[in-house]
Protein backbone atom coordinates (compact mmCIF):
# COMPACT_ATOMS: atom_id res chain seq x y z
CA UNK A 1 0.00 0.00 0.00
CA UNK A 2 1.04 3.91 -0.92
CA UNK A 3 2.06 5.37 2.51
CA UNK A 4 2.09 9.48 2.46
CA UNK A 5 3.90 10.99 -0.45
CA UNK A 6 7.74 11.71 0.85
CA UNK A 7 8.48 16.17 0.71
CA UNK A 8 11.16 15.37 -2.39
CA UNK A 9 8.22 13.61 -3.88
CA UNK A 10 5.09 16.02 -3.01
CA UNK A 11 7.74 18.96 -4.46
CA UNK A 12 8.07 17.00 -7.46
CA UNK A 13 4.52 16.69 -8.08
CA UNK A 14 4.13 20.25 -7.05
CA UNK A 15 6.95 21.28 -9.85
CA UNK A 16 4.82 19.07 -11.97
CA UNK A 17 1.59 21.08 -11.82
CA UNK A 18 3.15 24.31 -11.99
CA UNK A 19 4.90 23.34 -15.03
CA UNK A 20 1.62 22.38 -16.95
CA UNK A 21 -0.35 25.29 -16.20
CA UNK A 22 2.52 27.03 -17.52
CA UNK A 23 2.70 25.38 -20.68
CA UNK A 24 -1.04 25.69 -20.97
CA UNK A 25 -0.72 29.27 -20.43
CA UNK A 26 2.16 29.30 -22.73
CA UNK A 27 -0.15 27.52 -25.57
CA UNK A 28 -2.41 30.47 -25.00
CA UNK A 29 -0.14 32.97 -26.36
CA UNK A 30 0.22 31.38 -29.51
CA UNK A 31 4.12 29.78 -28.48
CA UNK A 32 3.22 26.29 -29.78
CA UNK A 33 6.79 25.91 -30.69
CA UNK A 34 8.35 26.30 -27.19
CA UNK A 35 5.96 24.02 -26.37
CA UNK A 36 6.78 21.49 -28.29
CA UNK A 37 10.75 21.84 -27.56
CA UNK A 38 10.26 21.79 -24.49
CA UNK A 39 9.03 18.66 -24.52
CA UNK A 40 11.71 16.95 -26.23
CA UNK A 41 14.01 19.52 -23.68
CA UNK A 42 12.58 16.73 -20.78
CA UNK A 43 13.20 14.17 -22.80
CA UNK A 44 17.06 15.14 -22.69
CA UNK A 45 17.29 16.68 -25.94
CA UNK A 46 19.84 20.03 -25.64
CA UNK A 47 19.12 21.42 -28.97
CA UNK A 48 15.30 21.08 -28.18
CA UNK A 49 16.24 22.77 -25.00
CA UNK A 50 18.27 25.74 -26.10
CA UNK A 51 15.88 26.39 -29.27
CA UNK A 52 13.14 26.47 -26.23
CA UNK A 53 15.47 29.01 -24.22
CA UNK A 54 16.03 30.91 -27.71
CA UNK A 55 12.38 31.60 -28.23
CA UNK A 56 11.56 32.83 -24.66
CA UNK A 57 14.61 34.86 -24.84
CA UNK A 58 13.78 36.51 -28.33
CA UNK A 59 9.78 36.61 -26.20
CA UNK A 60 12.00 39.08 -23.44
CA UNK A 61 13.00 41.24 -25.58
CA UNK A 62 10.32 41.75 -28.22
CA UNK A 63 9.34 44.95 -27.01
CA UNK A 64 9.89 46.83 -23.50
CA UNK A 65 10.29 44.82 -20.10
CA UNK A 66 6.99 46.22 -18.48
CA UNK A 67 5.48 44.25 -21.99
CA UNK A 68 6.45 41.37 -21.42
CA UNK A 69 3.62 38.83 -20.97
CA UNK A 70 4.92 37.51 -17.61
CA UNK A 71 4.01 33.89 -18.54
CA UNK A 72 7.08 34.06 -20.79
CA UNK A 73 9.53 35.18 -17.90
CA UNK A 74 8.22 32.22 -16.18
CA UNK A 75 8.87 30.22 -19.66
CA UNK A 76 12.52 31.35 -19.89
CA UNK A 77 13.17 30.18 -16.04
CA UNK A 78 11.79 27.15 -17.24
CA UNK A 79 13.66 26.41 -20.25
CA UNK A 80 16.86 27.56 -18.35
CA UNK A 81 16.04 24.88 -15.41
CA UNK A 82 15.71 22.77 -18.57
CA UNK A 83 19.23 23.34 -20.45
CA UNK A 84 21.08 23.60 -17.11
CA UNK A 85 19.63 19.85 -16.06
CA UNK A 86 20.81 18.39 -19.30
CA UNK A 87 24.29 20.58 -19.23
CA UNK A 88 24.59 19.08 -15.62
CA UNK A 89 23.83 15.63 -16.48
CA UNK A 90 27.11 15.74 -19.01
CA UNK A 91 29.22 17.48 -16.34
CA UNK A 92 28.84 21.31 -18.04
CA UNK A 93 28.56 22.40 -14.42
CA UNK A 94 29.76 25.78 -15.21
CA UNK A 95 27.74 26.46 -17.77
CA UNK A 96 24.62 24.88 -15.93
CA UNK A 97 25.33 27.39 -13.60
CA UNK A 98 25.60 30.22 -15.59
CA UNK A 99 22.09 29.50 -17.36
CA UNK A 100 20.51 28.96 -13.92
CA UNK A 101 21.55 32.40 -12.81
CA UNK A 102 20.55 33.83 -15.89
CA UNK A 103 17.01 32.10 -14.85
CA UNK A 104 17.19 33.95 -11.50
CA UNK A 105 18.22 37.52 -13.33
CA UNK A 106 15.72 37.39 -16.24
CA UNK A 107 13.57 34.62 -15.81
CA UNK A 108 9.72 35.48 -13.36
CA UNK A 109 8.78 34.19 -9.85
CA UNK A 110 7.30 30.97 -10.97
CA UNK A 111 10.16 28.76 -10.48
CA UNK A 112 12.42 30.76 -8.18
CA UNK A 113 12.51 27.74 -5.81
CA UNK A 114 13.54 25.30 -8.46
CA UNK A 115 15.60 27.30 -9.86
CA UNK A 116 17.28 28.45 -5.74
CA UNK A 117 17.52 24.38 -5.76
CA UNK A 118 19.44 23.73 -8.68
CA UNK A 119 21.63 25.99 -7.86
CA UNK A 120 22.41 24.41 -4.37
CA UNK A 121 22.67 21.33 -6.30
CA UNK A 122 25.76 22.47 -8.49
CA UNK A 123 27.40 24.01 -6.11
CA UNK A 124 27.48 20.96 -4.09
CA UNK A 125 28.75 19.14 -6.69
CA UNK A 126 31.38 21.44 -8.47
CA UNK A 127 34.63 21.68 -5.88
CA UNK A 128 35.27 25.02 -4.63
CA UNK A 129 37.54 27.06 -6.83
CA UNK A 130 40.95 27.37 -5.67
CA UNK A 131 42.32 29.57 -8.28
CA UNK A 132 45.73 29.93 -8.13
CA UNK A 133 45.15 33.65 -9.13
CA UNK A 134 44.61 35.60 -5.49
CA UNK A 135 43.07 39.25 -5.39
CA UNK A 136 44.01 41.85 -3.94
CA UNK A 137 41.05 42.50 -2.34
CA UNK A 138 40.92 45.71 -0.25
CA UNK A 139 44.35 46.14 0.87
CA UNK A 140 45.40 46.69 -2.40
CA UNK A 141 43.32 49.42 -3.06
CA UNK A 142 45.64 52.35 -2.46
CA UNK A 143 43.26 54.75 -3.15
CA UNK A 144 41.05 53.98 -0.24
CA UNK A 145 40.72 55.39 3.26
CA UNK A 146 44.21 56.80 3.43
CA UNK A 147 43.54 59.59 1.52
CA UNK A 148 44.07 63.16 2.91
CA UNK A 149 40.67 65.51 3.12
CA UNK A 150 42.51 67.84 0.32
CA UNK A 151 43.12 64.98 -1.99
CA UNK A 152 39.44 63.74 -1.74
CA UNK A 153 38.10 66.97 -1.72
CA UNK A 154 40.07 67.59 -5.04
CA UNK A 155 37.66 65.01 -6.83
CA UNK A 156 34.28 65.33 -5.47
CA UNK A 157 31.92 68.40 -6.69
CA UNK A 158 32.52 71.81 -5.98
CA UNK A 159 31.47 73.11 -2.63
CA UNK A 160 31.87 69.48 -1.00
CA UNK A 161 31.73 69.93 2.69
CA UNK A 162 31.39 73.40 2.95
CA UNK A 163 27.29 73.49 3.67
CA UNK A 164 25.57 71.44 6.75
CA UNK A 165 26.82 67.98 7.06
CA UNK A 166 24.42 65.36 7.89
CA UNK A 167 23.33 64.83 11.65
CA UNK A 168 25.74 61.49 12.59
CA UNK A 169 23.93 59.79 15.58
CA UNK A 170 25.04 56.16 17.61
CA UNK A 171 22.47 53.57 17.98
CA UNK A 172 19.69 55.85 18.31
CA UNK A 173 16.47 54.15 19.66
CA UNK A 174 13.25 52.89 17.24
CA UNK A 175 11.09 55.26 18.95
CA UNK A 176 14.09 58.23 18.27
CA UNK A 177 14.85 57.63 15.47
CA UNK A 178 11.02 57.66 14.22
CA UNK A 179 10.39 61.07 16.24
CA UNK A 180 13.65 62.85 15.05
CA UNK A 181 14.09 61.73 11.27
CA UNK A 182 11.46 59.51 10.05
CA UNK A 183 8.47 61.69 11.11
CA UNK A 184 10.43 65.01 9.32
CA UNK A 185 11.90 63.48 6.78
CA UNK A 186 15.53 64.36 7.70
CA UNK A 187 18.47 62.47 7.09
CA UNK A 188 20.55 61.07 9.73
CA UNK A 189 24.31 58.95 10.55
CA UNK A 190 23.98 55.98 12.66
CA UNK A 191 27.25 54.68 13.30
CA UNK A 192 27.66 51.66 15.32
CA UNK A 193 25.24 49.19 14.61
CA UNK A 194 26.11 46.74 12.43
CA UNK A 195 29.78 46.29 13.80
CA UNK A 196 27.99 42.53 14.35
CA UNK A 197 27.12 41.76 10.59
CA UNK A 198 29.52 38.94 9.44
CA UNK A 199 29.61 40.79 6.34
CA UNK A 200 31.87 43.85 7.94
CA UNK A 201 34.60 40.84 7.79
CA UNK A 202 33.59 38.76 5.40
CA UNK A 203 33.48 40.90 2.35
CA UNK A 204 37.07 42.19 3.12
CA UNK A 205 37.97 39.08 2.12
CA UNK A 206 37.87 38.49 -1.43
CA UNK A 207 39.16 34.79 -1.51
CA UNK A 208 35.69 34.49 0.58
CA UNK A 209 33.72 36.61 -1.92
CA UNK A 210 35.24 34.23 -4.88
CA UNK A 211 34.56 30.83 -3.02
CA UNK A 212 31.33 31.91 -2.16
CA UNK A 213 30.27 33.77 -5.28
CA UNK A 214 33.12 34.03 -7.77
CA UNK A 215 31.52 31.13 -10.78
CA UNK A 216 27.99 32.80 -10.79
CA UNK A 217 26.41 35.34 -13.10
CA UNK A 218 25.85 38.90 -12.07
CA UNK A 219 24.62 42.18 -14.06
CA UNK A 220 27.29 45.38 -14.41
CA UNK A 221 27.15 48.33 -15.38
CA UNK A 222 30.30 49.41 -17.00
CA UNK A 223 30.83 53.59 -18.15
CA UNK A 224 31.33 56.88 -16.48
CA UNK A 225 27.51 56.50 -14.81
CA UNK A 226 24.03 55.67 -16.25
CA UNK A 227 23.47 59.02 -17.76
CA UNK A 228 26.56 59.14 -19.69
CA UNK A 229 26.02 58.23 -23.56
CA UNK A 230 29.34 55.57 -23.14
CA UNK A 231 27.38 53.56 -19.92
CA UNK A 232 26.13 49.83 -20.98
CA UNK A 233 25.33 47.20 -18.98
CA UNK A 234 26.99 43.14 -18.89
CA UNK A 235 26.89 39.66 -17.59
CA UNK A 236 29.85 38.87 -16.33
CA UNK A 237 30.92 36.62 -13.88
CA UNK A 238 31.50 37.32 -9.98
CA UNK A 239 34.80 36.43 -10.09
CA UNK A 240 35.45 38.79 -13.05
CA UNK A 241 33.90 41.53 -11.75
CA UNK A 242 36.40 40.67 -8.37
CA UNK A 243 39.59 41.30 -10.87
CA UNK A 244 37.86 44.48 -12.68
CA UNK A 245 37.62 46.10 -9.03
CA UNK A 246 41.31 45.36 -8.24
CA UNK A 247 42.45 46.40 -11.56
CA UNK A 248 43.19 50.35 -12.53
CA UNK A 249 41.34 51.59 -15.17
CA UNK A 250 39.78 55.04 -16.30
CA UNK A 251 36.45 56.41 -15.30
CA UNK A 252 35.25 55.91 -18.61
CA UNK A 253 35.58 51.69 -18.15
CA UNK A 254 34.82 51.25 -14.41
CA UNK A 255 32.50 48.14 -13.73
CA UNK A 256 29.77 48.58 -11.28
CA UNK A 257 27.79 46.16 -9.74
CA UNK A 258 24.94 48.56 -9.37
CA UNK A 259 21.12 48.21 -7.62
CA UNK A 260 21.11 44.54 -8.29
CA UNK A 261 19.00 42.04 -5.48
CA UNK A 262 21.72 39.84 -5.00
CA UNK A 263 21.02 38.32 -1.71
CA UNK A 264 18.00 37.17 -3.53
CA UNK A 265 20.36 35.01 -5.69
CA UNK A 266 23.28 34.68 -3.66
CA UNK A 267 21.71 33.06 -0.29
CA UNK A 268 25.06 32.75 1.45
CA UNK A 269 25.52 36.22 1.12
CA UNK A 270 22.06 37.10 2.59
CA UNK A 271 23.50 35.47 5.57
CA UNK A 272 26.09 37.80 6.38
CA UNK A 273 23.77 40.89 6.92
CA UNK A 274 20.51 41.65 8.66
CA UNK A 275 17.72 44.18 8.34
CA UNK A 276 18.17 46.98 10.45
CA UNK A 277 15.07 47.57 12.68
CA UNK A 278 14.89 51.04 11.69
CA UNK A 279 13.26 49.80 8.38
CA UNK A 280 10.44 48.59 10.42
CA UNK A 281 9.57 52.16 11.06
CA UNK A 282 6.14 53.42 10.00
CA UNK A 283 4.65 50.03 9.90
CA UNK A 284 6.36 49.13 6.94
CA UNK A 285 7.37 46.81 4.26
CA UNK A 286 10.49 46.00 3.03
CA UNK A 287 10.74 46.84 -1.08
CA UNK A 288 14.37 45.57 -1.71
CA UNK A 289 17.73 44.50 -0.56
CA UNK A 290 20.37 46.04 -3.25
CA UNK A 291 23.46 45.19 -3.86
CA UNK A 292 26.26 47.87 -4.78
CA UNK A 293 29.86 46.88 -5.25
CA UNK A 294 32.45 48.30 -6.55
CA UNK A 295 35.97 49.88 -7.43
CA UNK A 296 37.11 53.94 -6.35
CA UNK A 297 35.72 56.73 -8.58
CA UNK A 298 32.17 54.79 -9.41
CA UNK A 299 29.31 57.64 -9.51
CA UNK A 300 25.70 57.37 -9.16
CA UNK A 301 24.49 60.55 -10.25
CA UNK A 302 21.66 63.08 -8.76
CA UNK A 303 18.61 61.58 -8.55
CA UNK A 304 15.69 60.54 -5.95
CA UNK A 305 13.66 57.59 -5.00
CA UNK A 306 9.74 56.69 -3.89
CA UNK A 307 11.26 54.70 -0.89
CA UNK A 308 12.56 55.00 2.27
CA UNK A 309 16.39 54.57 2.20
CA UNK A 310 18.57 52.90 5.14
CA UNK A 311 21.96 52.50 3.45
CA UNK A 312 24.33 50.70 4.86
CA UNK A 313 28.42 51.46 4.21
CA UNK A 314 29.36 47.62 5.03
CA UNK A 315 33.17 48.24 3.42
CA UNK A 316 35.10 50.96 1.91
CA UNK A 317 33.31 54.77 1.96
CA UNK A 318 31.61 56.71 0.36
CA UNK A 319 30.88 60.56 -0.38
CA UNK A 320 27.06 61.68 -0.37
CA UNK A 321 25.34 64.72 -1.28
CA UNK A 322 21.59 65.25 -0.42
CA UNK A 323 19.16 67.82 -1.43
CA UNK A 324 15.38 68.13 0.20
CA UNK A 325 12.56 67.27 -1.98
CA UNK A 326 11.79 71.05 -2.50
CA UNK A 327 14.25 71.91 -4.18
CA UNK A 328 13.34 70.18 -6.96
CA UNK A 329 12.49 72.60 -9.44
CA UNK A 330 16.11 73.98 -9.21
CA UNK A 331 17.60 70.39 -9.76
CA UNK A 332 15.94 70.47 -13.30
CA UNK A 333 14.88 66.98 -13.27
CA UNK A 334 14.48 65.24 -16.47
CA UNK A 335 11.74 65.58 -18.94
CA UNK A 336 11.65 61.77 -20.41
CA UNK A 337 9.41 59.56 -18.61
CA UNK A 338 12.27 57.08 -17.72
CA UNK A 339 14.53 59.83 -15.83
CA UNK A 340 12.15 62.09 -14.21
CA UNK A 341 13.64 61.01 -10.64
CA UNK A 342 17.16 61.98 -12.14
CA UNK A 343 18.58 65.75 -12.23
CA UNK A 344 20.31 67.08 -16.03
CA UNK A 345 22.80 68.61 -13.43
CA UNK A 346 26.08 67.16 -13.36
CA UNK A 347 27.10 67.88 -10.00
CA UNK A 348 31.01 66.88 -11.32
CA UNK A 349 30.91 69.64 -13.61
CA UNK A 350 28.00 72.07 -13.57
CA UNK A 351 26.79 74.04 -16.56
CA UNK A 352 26.20 77.25 -14.55
CA UNK A 353 24.36 78.65 -17.82
CA UNK A 354 21.82 75.92 -18.83
CA UNK A 355 21.73 75.27 -14.72
CA UNK A 356 21.71 78.56 -12.95
CA UNK A 357 19.64 78.04 -10.15
CA UNK A 358 21.56 75.16 -8.99
CA UNK A 359 24.65 76.83 -8.24
CA UNK A 360 23.98 77.91 -5.10
CA UNK A 361 21.74 75.64 -3.78
CA UNK A 362 22.32 74.47 -0.04
CA UNK A 363 22.30 70.88 0.26
CA UNK A 364 23.29 68.05 3.23
CA UNK A 365 26.43 65.99 2.77
CA UNK A 366 29.10 63.46 4.44
CA UNK A 367 31.56 61.00 4.12
CA UNK A 368 29.56 57.97 4.74
CA UNK A 369 32.60 56.00 6.82
CA UNK A 370 32.87 52.12 6.73
CA UNK A 371 29.99 50.87 9.30
CA UNK A 372 27.97 53.04 9.21
CA UNK A 373 24.49 53.92 8.12
CA UNK A 374 22.49 56.45 6.19
CA UNK A 375 18.85 57.47 6.05
CA UNK A 376 17.79 58.78 3.03
CA UNK A 377 14.07 59.77 3.07
CA UNK A 378 11.58 59.17 0.04
CA UNK A 379 12.18 61.93 -2.73
CA UNK A 380 15.50 63.04 -1.18
CA UNK A 381 17.60 63.99 -4.01
CA UNK A 382 21.12 61.86 -3.69
CA UNK A 383 24.35 61.93 -5.69
CA UNK A 384 26.84 59.32 -4.81
CA UNK A 385 30.33 58.81 -5.02
CA UNK A 386 32.59 55.90 -3.69
CA UNK A 387 35.81 57.28 -2.92
CA UNK A 388 37.73 53.53 -2.25
CA UNK A 389 36.64 49.71 -3.34
CA UNK A 390 33.55 49.96 -2.06
CA UNK A 391 30.43 47.28 -1.19
CA UNK A 392 26.93 48.43 0.47
CA UNK A 393 24.16 47.80 0.75
CA UNK A 394 20.62 49.59 0.28
CA UNK A 395 17.31 48.54 2.40
CA UNK A 396 14.16 50.00 0.55
CA UNK A 397 10.94 50.06 2.45
CA UNK A 398 7.65 51.61 2.03
CA UNK A 399 5.17 52.73 4.53
CA UNK A 400 1.51 51.85 5.45
CA UNK A 401 -1.20 54.43 3.85
CA UNK A 402 -1.75 57.35 6.52
CA UNK A 403 1.45 56.23 8.10
CA UNK A 404 4.10 58.90 5.90
CA UNK A 405 5.93 60.97 6.70
CA UNK A 406 5.43 64.72 6.40
CA UNK A 407 6.54 65.96 2.74
CA UNK A 408 6.22 62.58 1.06
O1 LIG B 1 25.74 53.80 -3.82
C1 LIG B 1 25.39 54.27 -4.88
O2 LIG B 1 26.14 54.39 -5.84
C2 LIG B 1 23.96 54.78 -5.04
C3 LIG B 1 23.00 54.36 -3.96
C4 LIG B 1 21.61 54.87 -4.20
O3 LIG B 1 21.37 55.68 -5.05
C5 LIG B 1 20.51 54.36 -3.40
O4 LIG B 1 20.70 53.53 -2.50
O5 LIG B 1 19.35 54.80 -3.65
Given at each position: MDGPAAPNQRLAVLEEERRGLLLRRITEEGGFAFVSSVELAVAGDLRAAEAAREMAWEQLHSGPWNEVVPAWRDAYAMACLDVADIRAVSGELQEALRVLDMGLI?????LRLELVSAIGKIMAMKPAINGRDSFGGW?????????SLAEILQVLPSRSLTCQMVEKRSCPSLETFVREYFLCSSPVIISNYIDHWPARTKWKDFEYLKRIAGNRTVPVEVGRNYLSSDWKQELIMFSQLLERITTPVDTPNLTYLAQHPLFDQILELRDDIMIPDYCYAGGGELQSLNAWFGPTGTVTPLHHDPHHNIFAQVVGRKYIRLYPATASHDLY????SML????????????AEEF????NLDFLDCILEEGELLYIPPKWWHYVRSLSISFSVSFWWKTEKGLSPMGT
Open positions: MGGPLGSDHSSGNSPHSETNSSQVDLDDIDPRAL
